[in-house]
């Protein structure tokens, strides 16, 4: 997942960096207008990457970018994104480079590219002394340096200073994206991770609520302190169909255990809700199902494939993420990662 005034210090040498960035800003010529060809695959990259179709998103934004001879900014940016969903950091990494060669006076452009690669670093750190931390704060200050319209950023860079365990700065990076005014899902994400810093360096779960097909509100926080199975799936996907008696057997083997839940969350569409509710009535699946037609929930936790269990322990901490079914190993999977989150509980 992963953010941002003047609270926090520039060092100077970055600050030097942007102004030397404008400089030469100043001087690039603006590319010219893309053909209608482009342009159109251009919006058909960005519809893609908006249904999370990361592969035809990419195929697109190449296509656009090679019809302007490799040079084009905004191809390369939309080129970045669509790496970042298919988990190919160091390709989305250097796209942006590339596209930074290109960007022209288009400072906003320029910062979105700096953002973005800032973004792909994070995700390539494994620990806190990773040089890709330190790679991604310097992107984030240097956003910061050029503008202060993009408040996210500095959402991004306290995440990156609490993921290196420099809380204080990290807390103040994140009241001051707080301070903006600006509400999205990541709003309420700063807020959790100024109370509790660790959540930007341990895998908690996103924090969500919704309304079962039930009728009954489902908040992870309210499921805080029970072992929670995640299961996104869809009536529309093969392999879900065959996972289900999968599903069905953990509920019944953990079912004496009130500190066990699975939550379904079904990516159908809202025109197959009638079909949803026949199958889960056929199939008896008696855990709460979450409809997420609104799209909320599938995107907060970067859901690509089908089906997807995610094993959150009772501090909220996620400790097993399966894609896909396998019938010879994912039910040993589960079954070993609630087992051990279990016995945790209990310690």
């Known amino acids: 997942m992963g953010t941002r005034l003047r609270a926090i210090a520039v060092v100077v040498g970055l600050a030097a960096f942007a102004v030397s960035s404008a400089d030469r800003t100043s001087a690039r010529q603006a590319p010219p207008p893309p053909s209608p060809e482009v342009t159109a695959l251009q919006q058909q990259g960005e519809t893609a ?11 697109a934004f190449t296509q656009a970018n090679k019809l302007q001879n490799k040079t084009s900014a905004l191809a390369l940016y939309g080129m ?9 950091y160091k390709s989305a990494i250097d796209a942006c480079a590339e596209g930074l060669k290109y960007v022209g006076p288009d400072r906003k452009l320029e910062t979105l590219l700096h953002n973005q690669r800032g973004l792909a670093f994070v995700k390539m750190a494994q620990k806190p002394t990773d040089k890709a931390l330190r790679d991604a704060e310097a992107e984030f200050r240097g956003v910061l340096v050029a503008t202060e319209t993009m408040p996210v ?10 993921k290196q365990g420099r809380d204080p700065e990290g807390i103040q990076a994140l009241q001051t994206f707080i301070d903006t005014g600006v509400k999205t899902v990541d709003t309420e994400t700063a807020k959790f991770m100024i109370t509790e810093p660790r959540r930007a360096r341990e895998n908690f779960a996103p924090e969500f609520g919704a309304t079962s097909l039930e009728g009954e509100y489902i908040s992870l926080k309210e499921l805080r302190g ?3 199975l995640l299961d996104f799936w869809g009536t ?6 065959a996972a289900t008696p999968m599903v069905v057997g953990l509920a019944k083997q953990f079912s004496k255990d009130p500190n066990f839940t699975i939550v379904g969350v079904s990516s159908d569409s809202a025109a197959d809700a009638g079909k949803l509710r026949d199958f889960i009535a056929e199939k ?14 599938i995107p907060l936790y970067e859901v690509h494939n089908y089906p997807t269990y995610i094993v959150i322990d009772g501090e909220g901490i996620i400790r097993e993420w399966v894609k896909g079914y396998d019938p010879s190993s994912t039910r040993a999977l589960l079954d070993r990662a609630i087992s051990n989150a279990l016995k945790a509980l209990k310690k």
């Open 153 to 162: 950023t500095w959402f991004n860079l306290g995440v990156v200073l609490l």
């Open 49 to 59: 990457l908006a249904r999370r179709q990361y592969e035809p998103a990419l195929g």
């Open 226 to 228: 029970k072992v929670v």
């Open 80 to 88: 970045a994104r669509a790496y970042q969903g298919l988990e190919a």
């Open 236 to 241: 529309w996907c093969p392999p879900c169909i």
């Open 284 to 297: 008896r699946m008696t855990w709460p199902e979450i409809h997420d037609t609104t799209g909320k929930i």
